[in-house]
């Protein structure tokens, strides 16, 4: 059995790793983003229907002045749901008022801001207060009124 050099074993293992880093590269390079699943309307409905979504079952719970520690967490969670779902948004066109650059670095805005007030829901859910949790609410609630201004369909 012959031997190969030291040398030339490793100069044949590093273009071996190399033509491994190329080809995945490549691979992921070829793949786009996915495309979303879920629409803007989708979305709404889902998170913030007013009342079967899950900014509407937060609110409610709020309205009626909490519960126990489980559910507490529960709603926490649906909040960060609520926040994420800005991110999922920031991803579409909306219906309306993105067709130049300012129109979508607007909207891209909302979904932020929208994304910050769910996050702050969740902080005040964490501290198990309907007060505050009630105070965040109207913060969300109003970033919506906000982009809906700008971008829903009439």
């Known amino acids: 059995m012959r031997r190969i050099p030291l040398q030339l074993g490793l100069a044949m293992a590093g273009v071996t790793f190399l033509s491994l880093i190329v080809a995945v590269s490549v691979a992921l390079a070829a793949d786009p983003a996915p495309k979303p699943v879920a629409g803007i309307s989708n979305v709404m409905n889902a998170v913030n229907h007013t009342e079967h979504g899950l900014f509407g079952m937060i609110k409610g719970f709020c309205d009626k002045g909490g519960g126990d520690a489980s559910l507490w967490k529960l709603m926490r969670h649906r909040a960060q749901i609520v926040a994420e779902s800005g991110n999922t948004l920031m991803a579409q066109s909306p219906p309306r008022g993105a067709d130049d650059e300012a ?3 607007k909207w891209k805005q909302h ?18 207060k309907a007060d505050k949790a009630s105070a965040a609410i109207k913060l969300v609630e109003a970033q919506c009124e906000a982009c809906h201004k700008d971008h829903k369909s009439n």
């Open 103 to 105: 129109g979508t670095k």
């Open 111 to 128: 979904c932020a801001d929208f994304r910050d007030a769910g996050k702050k829901l969740s902080k005040a859910l964490a501290l198990k």
